[in-house]
């Protein structure tokens, strides 16, 4: 980052931010990258290019861009976004979708574009899937966009590239932080017009950032050393699954890439939190089941803390419990 060469990236002059929109969008099998702040940026500004005012997106009910964005899309570009109740593997129904699209009559709002996310709660979305969805758009003339913000963990996990998990579709974001490990910053990659179109929707969100080759130097440390290590993540999730499993009494999602989901009882979550807290485990027992992510931060002998302090939480439980009955 210190030794980045900058330029005004407004101007398409950052010769960093360049270079790193090459190297992203040519991973993808795509003609053009565009650098941006963040993953919510990255799926608005997608977003704002596929669909006018009044056009309408087909969302999972569950997905990044229907439930975590803060409505930008329906806020800043007056986009319908129509969410589709998902299985746990993320997949909609086939029926289903095809029965969202709209006919064309005045009554209805047009239906523009399909999007996607992979990986899906940290699982990969099927191929076959992918596959029939595809299709399924492209006979009915809509766009698609996939959120891929994690996309590298499916191609890890998967053994493929991330171009042929990118394939079919129109435009693809993807997040250099996250289990990456960049500071800041997405790109949105897709043909060449299309990232043309999007810088301009990107300025007018206030994501034309200036001498941004220092972020995008960090970028591509991201991409070029830690896409690899991302199976060492997916090893440490399986570990915790693992020894999360070996507790009795708790159920347990995952880790098909880096997550692993415990489903804990309700009546647990507070005295859980502050007694793993004691242990110098943090959680954010906001939603059940907890959603645990390993990154580059969190090696093997991290996991087995944090095991350790799961297993005297729900052991001293149990022990009160028995205590209790008698
Ligand atoms: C994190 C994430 C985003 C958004 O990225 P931010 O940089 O946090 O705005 C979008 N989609 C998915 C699936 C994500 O995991």
């Not at 005045?106 to 996607?116: G, I, P, Q, S």
């Amino acid at each position: 980052m210190e030794n980045a060469v900058v330029g005004d990236d407004v101007h398409g002059e950052d010769p960093t931010v360049n270079a790193l929109q090459e190297l992203v969008a040519g991973l993808l099998g795509m003609e053009a990258g565009l650098f941006v702040p963040s993953g919510t940026q990255s799926n608005l500004v997608a977003l704002l290019t596929h669909c006018g005012r009044g056009d309408e997106a087909l969302v999972g009910l569950a997905a990044h861009v229907a439930r975590y964005e803060a409505g930008g899309a329906s806020v800043l570009g007056g986009i319908v976004l129509h969410p589709l109740v998902q299985e746990v593997d993320g997949s909609m129904a086939l029926d289903q979708v095809q029965s969202a699209i709209k006919p064309k009559d005045v009554h209805f709002a047009k239906t523009r574009l399909l999007c996607l996310e992979n990986t899906w709660h940290g699982r990969p979305l099927a191929l076959g899937y992918l596959r029939s969805i595809i299709e399924l758009a492209r006979k009915a003339s809509l766009s698609l966009h996939l959120d891929g913000a994690r996309i590298f963990n499916a191609a890890i996990a998967l053994h493929m590239e991330a171009r042929d998990l990118a394939a079919g579709f129109d435009s693809v974001s993807v997040c250099l932080s996250k289990g990456l490990g960049a500071p800041v910053g997405s790109v949105l990659c897709s043909s060449k017009p299309f990232i043309d179109e999007a810088r301009r929707w990107r300025k007018m969100v206030g994501g034309g950032m200036r001498q941004a080759g220092v972020l995008a130097a960090a970028g591509r440390v991201a991409i070029e050393e830690q896409v690899e290590r991302l199976a060492i993540d997916h090893e440490n999730a399986t570990r915790l699954a693992k020894g999360l499993r070996g507790i009795p009494g708790l159920v347990v999602e995952g880790a098909f890439t880096n997550m692993v989901f415990l489903h804990v009882p309700e009546r647990a979550i507070a005295p859980l939190g502050e007694s793993l807290a004691r242990q110098g485990v943090l959680i954010d027992g906001s939603e059940n089941p907890l959603r645990l992510v390993t990154h580059l931060d969190v090696d093997a002998a991290g996991i087995d803390r944090a095991l350790q302090a799961f297993a005297s939480y729900f052991v001293a439980e149990r022990a009160g419990a028995s205590k209790a009955l008698n």
